[in-house]
């Protein structure tokens, strides 16, 4: 009994020993890094962070990534030199944020510890009315409209419009109205035509999301007034803030628009996605790369996602600095062959509004 009870335990101890070593050799579970991708509080400034946030988390190992809502783009600004190492941050950046760095601090200065990696379908300047019989902005004379409060590159794009359509903004009444009033005014119709960035098209308004319901539920009662191509392309060469005009089918966002019409715009604003300056150049490279080789998930989370490309995304920081792209997302580019995009509309950029 006693020999069979050692030699049970010769077996057992045999077995033991390649159990042991394959338990040794098993890797410890892998590390994750916990990541914040801070977003804006209504349209597609959640929208946006919500599909990178699925890219990430769906594609990029060792990662989990939460989206954050914070105060908005201004806030976001504020808390980005402070913000934690592995934090993505998203947020707008409009033409009279472009055209200020012309004689301003650069970015390094005005905007510390941020880096680009990418940018998403801009928002757009279109005239918008309750009146059928203002079709044109020939029709403007005599009408009331609203614009931002100066100073607002919005005014002088609008003033230099009037003025090739034969014009003065004498000829019209133009109300200064913040978002806050002009919520107020969307209700109860005191202005005959509004002039609010919108998020591409169908897109999304920069209002408030109280006031954006307020618009979203006139929508349907409102139209788009034309601009003529001549004098969109004249008024924003002349306004030199370096973003483009587009052709934009407006029926998804008004339904009163004719379906598959066409309507010339004036960008107004796009929206960027930084990481912190010093963020690890491996991860950032890491971010950067599986953001652009994932673009299709966009569509699945806002409209305009579907005009989302690796091309778009890059292209349009062409009014950024290499200083001011990540090192990470430069590697990337250059890897891609993106590189020869943003040295494009770098090049265009430069050309339009000058070296900054």
Not at 141 to 169: H, N
Request: a negative charge; hydrophobic letters at 45%; aromatic letters at 10%.
């Amino acid at each position: 009994m006693k020999k069979k009870l050692i030699i049970l335990g010769l077996i057992v101890a045999l077995v033991a020993i390649p159990l042991a070593a394959c338990a040794q050799a098993t890797p410890a579970e892998e590390e994750v890094q916990e990541m914040a991708y801070l977003s804006g509080t209504w349209g597609d400034l959640t929208a946006v962070p919500a599909a990178g946030a699925k890219i990430l988390n769906e594609y990029l190992p060792g990662v989990r990534v939460s989206v954050v809502k914070s105060a908005g783009s201004e806030m976001n600004t504020m808390m980005a030199s402070t913000m934690a190492p592995n934090t993505i941050m998203y947020h707008t950046v409009s033409m009279d944020f472009v055209a200020s760095y012309l004689g301003t601090p650069p970015w390094e200065e005005a905007y510390p510890n941020q880096a680009l990696i990418a940018s998403s379908v801009p928002g757009y300047l279109i005239l918008l009315t309750w009146d059928e019989n203002i079709k044109t902005v020939y029709d403007m004379k005599g009408k009331t409209v609203q614009i931002l409060p100066l100073p607002s590159l919005q005014l002088r794009f609008f003033e230099d419009v009037l003025k090739l359509a034969g014009m003065s903004k004498d000829d019209v009444d133009i109300v200064f109205l913040d978002f806050g009033a002009l919520e107020d005014a969307l209700r109860d119709k005191t202005v005959d035509t509004i002039f609010p960035s919108v998020w591409g098209v169908p897109g999304r308004t920069n209002l408030s999301s109280a006031m954006q319901e307020t618009l979203f539920a006139l929508r349907d009662k409102m139209y788009a007034v034309e601009i003529p191509e001549d004098i969109v392309k004249t008024a924003a060469a002349n306004l030199h803030s370096g973003f483009d005009v587009w052709k934009v089918t407006p029926h998804d966002y008004l339904p009163l628009w004719p379906e598959g019409k066409e309507l010339w715009a004036h960008a107004a604003y796009f929206a960027v996605t930084t990481v912190r300056g010093d963020m690890d150049e491996e991860l950032a490279y890491n971010i950067t790369k599986t953001l652009y080789e994932h673009t299709d998930v966009f569509a699945d989370f806002y409209p305009n996602g579907k005009f989302v490309t690796p091309e778009s995304m890059v292209g349009q920081l062409g009014f950024a600095r290499e200083v001011m792209l990540h090192p990470g997302a430069i590697r990337y580019f250059k890897e891609s062959g993106l590189w020869d995009v943003w040295q494009k509309a770098r090049a265009e950029f430069v050309a339009s509004v000058g070296e900054y």
